[in-house]
């Protein structure tokens, strides 16, 4: 009988030692049609922020595990802002309404509308210019600084 209760005992303590290290389990990250066509801004953790009358809708699908790399959709109405510092992540862009007019610090234009993709790089800067779009953006960054 001894036995018998020191095994229980060893079986229940090894479960909770599991439930402990055991991650949830990961799954890849859909955004589906319905979603992308605009409920998604819907979900419960949307972050909404409104800043000199311009309100943004940001929703994180994945953060990775290293949380270097992240995806999601964001959409902003019209804004113009000076990129003085370097952007700080790499950050591909589909765009599926709106547009922007990137002008890099040296003069280059850079149109981009809705259906076209566009990559900024880290490093680049300039003016940021737009009467409002909806992206969807996939964020990497080297030290995870800039994806929270």
């Known amino acids: 009988m001894k036995k018998l209760t020191v095994l229980i005992i060893l079986i229940a303590a090894a479960g909770?030692?599991?439930?402990?290290?055991?991650?949830?389990?990961?799954h890849p990250a859909k955004m589906s049609k319905e979603e992308m066509?605009?409920?998604?801004?819907?979900?419960?953790?949307?972050v909404k922020s409104t800043n000199n009358g311009?309100?943004?809708?940001?929703?994180?699908?994945?953060?990775?595990?290293?949380e270097k790399f992240a995806t999601g959709m964001y959409?902003?109405?019209?804004?113009?802002?000076v990129i003085d510092e370097p952007y700080a992540v790499d950050e591909f862009m589909y765009f599926l309404e709106g547009g922007v007019t990137l002008?890099?610090?040296?003069?280059?234009?850079?149109?981009?509308?809705?259906g076209d993709a566009i990559t900024i790089?880290?490093?680049?800067?300039?003016?940021?210019?737009?009467?409002?779009?909806?992206?969807?953006?996939?964020?990497?960054?080297?030290?995870?600084?800039?994806?929270?």
Do not use: C
């Open 103 to 114: 002008t890099s610090s040296d003069g280059h234009v850079t149109e981009v509308r809705a």
């Open 16 to 26: 909770i030692v599991m439930s402990e290290h055991h991650e949830k389990p990961v």
């Open 75 to 81: 959409r902003s109405g019209k804004v113009r802002f």
């Open 121 to 148: 790089p880290k490093e680049w800067t300039g003016v940021w210019d737009t009467n409002g779009y909806t992206k969807i953006w996939v964020i990497y960054s080297e030290d995870g600084s800039g994806l929270q």
């Open 54 to 66: 311009n309100t943004t809708l940001d929703v994180t699908s994945l953060m990775s595990s290293d």
């Open 37 to 46: 066509a605009g409920s998604i801004f819907e979900r419960p953790d949307v």
